[in-house]
């Protein structure tokens, strides 16, 4: 198996590589969907958050109110910190299964992933390659408020929550330029698979 932890800052174009990298022939585990599944209803972590923030987190349905809590998280340094120390090790938990059953699946599997808080939820996978998607700063702001209609004022305040580039830079084996064209991305995305084919095939050899 060859493993990927792709990562990088909101809105930096993760997606973008992971979907370019997944029509290739990887596996993508989206640490994001991970993060959502750990707290569905009836699981310790999402009665840890209500333990920690109370019941008002919670949908009529029972369900973890999201909007609410992220607002909350993303206006207290301290809140945000007891939220991470619930949910990442779940999604650690998780994530290892996972990667664990696409290796026993297919031994010479590429797994991508895709986990924007690698540094900040110091993920230690054994990864072969981090690669690290990094834009401008405004770029990640605008494509927040053109694309998934924030305000721009909670735009800033998400993109400042995050590791600083240079956090991820010094963890990176490659970094993908996205501030550029799409095209630019996908050329950058190809090259990459291109390295990690030729690297698989100089293994077996």
Excluded: C
């Amino acid at each position: 198996m060859y493993l990927i932890g792709l990562t990088g800052g909101i809105a930096s174009g993760k997606s973008t590589v992971a979907r370019r990298l997944y029509e290739h022939g990887a596996i993508h585990i989206d640490a994001d969907q991970l993060a959502r599944r750990v707290v569905e209803p009836g699981t310790p972590a999402l009665a840890a958050i209500v333990e920690a923030f109370g019941p008002g987190m919670l949908r009529a349905d029972g369900t973890l109110d999201r909007e609410r809590l992220g607002a909350l998280v993303f206006a207290d340094g301290a809140a945000r910190e007891r939220l991470n120390a619930i949910v990442h090790p779940a999604v650690r938990e998780l994530s290892g299964r996972l990667i664990e059953a696409a290796e026993a699946a297919d031994p010479d599997a590429v797994v991508v992933y895709d986990v924007p808080l690698l540094v900040e939820a110091r993920v230690d996978h054994p990864f072969d390659l981090v690669v690290v998607t990094e834009a401008p700063r405004r770029a990640q702001v605008s494509r927040l408020v053109e694309e998934r209609g924030i305000e721009p004022a909670q735009a800033e305040a998400r993109v400042d929550a995050q590791a600083a580039p240079e956090e991820r830079r010094a963890i990176a084996d490659v970094v993908i330029d996205t501030g550029e064209s799409l095209a630019h991305t996908m050329s950058q995305a190809d090259a990459l698979w291109a390295r990690i084919v030729g690297e698989q095939r100089a293994a077996r050899a």
